[in-house]
Structure formats: C-alpha cells, structure tokens
Nanobody, 124 residues
Framework: QVQLVESGGGLVQAGGSLRLSCAPS????????MGWFRQAPGKEREFVAA????????YYTDSVKGRFTISRDNSKNTVYLQMNSLKPEDTAVYYC?????????????????WGQGTQVTVSS
C-alpha cells in the first residue's frame, strides 16, 4: 500500500513559520511531480504549490507567492513546503500529493497519490 506521510503541521502565530515535510512509504516518488494542497473548513480543496520531478520547475497559487517555498530532496525521497509570514487565512489541513500524469500541476484530479493531511493553524 503506497502512502504519503505529511509532518510538520501545528499551531503558530501570525507572521510565524512552519516547514511541512512529505515522505512516501512503500515506494519512491523521485521521478514524480509533487504538490501541496490545502482545505479549510467549509471550503474546497485548493492548490498551494507544486514541483517538477527534477525540482527545476515550481508553481504557486498567487496567495502564497513570496511567502511559501516548495522544494524536494530526491536522495531523501522527501518534499518540503517552507511557509513564512503565515496568515490566519492559511489555516487549513495541508495535503501532499504525487502524480505520474500531471500536466498543469495545479489541479487535484491530476494527482493519484495523497497523504492523510496535517493541520496548520495560524492564530491572529
């Protein structure tokens, strides 16, 4: 059973930082594009950031540009999401996802492996 496991979530004050990590169990995703999505209460899951398999190309939703950075270390089979200058509106469950068929990288339907999510709460 392939699983993606997220870690690093928690409670932080506005303006603070968190780093999320995502590592798979059961297989390697070194050749797969990876993405981060989030879902706030009462809202649909939305794209946050994505990275190509080589790490050369990265993609961000407008609301996190300049504050969040996605990166990957294929030697450690891990993807990271560094989140700085956090705002209360960043509060959500954050999901890691992997894809073997991504084209735009920004739609959840392009991803075929998902983690269980990690809670990020930003207090004002």
């Amino acid at each position: 059973q392939v699983q993606l496991v997220e870690s690093g979530g928690g409670l932080v004050q506005a303006g603070g930082s968190l780093r999320l990590s995502c590592a798979p169990s059961g297989r390697t995703f070194g050749s797969y594009p990876m993405g981060w999505f989030r879902q706030a209460p009462g809202k649909e899951r939305e794209f946050v950031a994505a990275i190509s398999w080589s790490g050369t190309n990265t993609y961000y939703t407008d609301s996190v540009k300049g504050r969040f950075t996605i990166s990957r270390d294929n030697s450690k089979n891990t993807v990271y999401l560094q989140m700085n200058s956090l705002k209360p509106e960043d509060t959500a469950v954050y999901y890691c996802a992997a894809s073997n068929r991504a084209t735009t990288y920004t739609h959840s339907y392009e991803y075929n492996y998902w983690g269980q999510g990690t809670q990020v709460t930003v207090s004002s």
